[in-house]
């Protein structure tokens, strides 16, 4: 069954029976997902948390921002059970043994802050290793607002909720996925399990927003930065990691923490193309080779373009990099840009590339406007 193209998952995954735990999970395969593309926006990395659950009786709510797949170790129980790498709730029960089953309104709930308010085009609900003990239908709500509200403060009548993923009936062991179209900014989100069970990650794509009165205050701040509306549009390779990594908060802690290409052979080179924030002008570059001893880029450039059409200017020229290093640049009178594209000779990669600027008036308002429009 498919809705949008996507999977759906329904029923039982079979008992775990020894080997590789990830062999029959269900996922979309080849075909993969239209917004895996895009960033999580709920990613701990960005600062994303889980804030609150109504019950967290077998495995700890955390568990469902955490980063990379879910573990599995069949031999590992505790004092509550078996010990599983989600979020897991106790079996909910009815009013009495006559009534044994719960209500068809009961339900579980977390609430989570996203580390990146924006747009949000799909979500995951992933249970992995929940075979039998996953909820039977899930939903997802989403809010804006902005501060640092207490669950006391969201889950107060003054919030209104927006339904993002209606109540639908997923499958065990399985990426179950949704595609969200909303066209509104959020900040926080309520997911729902019904009636209980287990999810052992929650992942939510889309496109970060940034507060414009924030980076108005910053004035000079990372123009390219994932968290501050960033955003990478192509690349050559992305055979080892992702070129987003570059661009996420941080120092990288380790090798695949970075951007790194399979290895050319004959003429050519590999690039990224990010979009910035909004029309800017940079004044400082960093490119961080971090980790990448034996496999950095040995030249790069930079060079960057007004709009979508527009013609590309030089900001660096070709320039050699060393291995694990921090490079630093000056830019004296680079024009507005929306788009840079770095060039890496031949291959190799970079763990992290930081453009250091401000926008311009024509960006800071266009940027106020796109935030007003989607209700920010």
């Not at 802690?253 to 290895?263: A, H, L």
């Not at 630093?328 to 990669?349: E, K, Q, S």
Request: glycine share 14%; proline share 7%.
């Amino acid at each position: 069954m498919t809705t949008d193209g996507i999977p759906r998952y329904t029923g039982d995954a079979r008992p775990y029976g020894g080997g590789d735990p990830y062999a029959d999970y269900r996922t979309p395969g080849a075909a993969g997902l239209p917004f895996a593309h895009l960033p999580d926006l709920a990613d701990r990395r960005l600062g994303g948390g889980v804030l609150a659950a109504n019950d967290e009786f077998f495995a700890e709510r955390e568990n469902l921002l955490t980063p990379g797949p879910a573990h599995f170790d069949p031999e590992l129980f505790g004092h509550k059970g078996k010990v599983m790498d989600g979020w897991e709730t106790r079996r909910r029960r009815g009013t009495d043994g006559a009534h044994p089953f719960p209500a068809d309104d009961d339900h579980d709930w977390a609430l989570v802050r996203l580390g990146a308010p924006g747009v949000i085009h799909g979500i995951v609900v992933d249970t992995a290793h929940f075979r039998g003990n996953y909820p039977q239908s899930v939903s997802v709500e989403g809010t804006c607002v902005d501060g640092s509200p207490s669950p006391e403060d969201l889950l107060s009548g003054d919030v209104t909720w927006t339904t993002l993923v209606p109540r639908t009936a997923i499958g065990g062991h399985a990426a179950n996925a949704f595609a969200v179209d909303a066209g509104r900014r959020f900040t926080h989100l309520r997911l729902n399990q019904h009636p209980d069970g287990g999810v052992a990650r929650l992942r939510v794509h889309g496109e970060v927003v940034p507060a414009p009165g924030w980076l108005a205050a910053l004035g000079t701040f990372d123009l390219v930065a994932l968290e501050n509306g960033g955003r990478v549009e192509d690349a050559s390779d992305r055979f080892y990691s992702s070129p987003t990594h570059t661009i996420q908060p941080g120092r990288s802690r380790k090798m695949d923490d970075g951007w790194e290409t399979r290895r050319r052979r004959g003429t050519g080179n590999d690039w990224v193309r990010y979009r910035l924030t909004e029309q800017s002008r940079i004044r400082a570059v960093e490119i961080d080779t971090g980790y990448l001893k034996g496999n950095a880029a040995g030249w790069a450039s930079l060079s960057g373009r007004d709009g979508d059409s527009g013609g590309w200017v030089e900001l660096l020229p070709r320039t050699r990099l060393q291995p694990d290093t921090v490079h630093r640049f000056l830019l004296d009178d680079a024009p507005a840009a929306t788009h840079v594209r770095i060039d890496i000779f031949p291959d190799g990669g970079i763990a992290r590339l930081r453009l250091h600027g401000s926008l311009t008036e024509e960006g800071a308002r266009r940027l106020a406007a796109r935030h007003q429009e989607l209700g920010g």
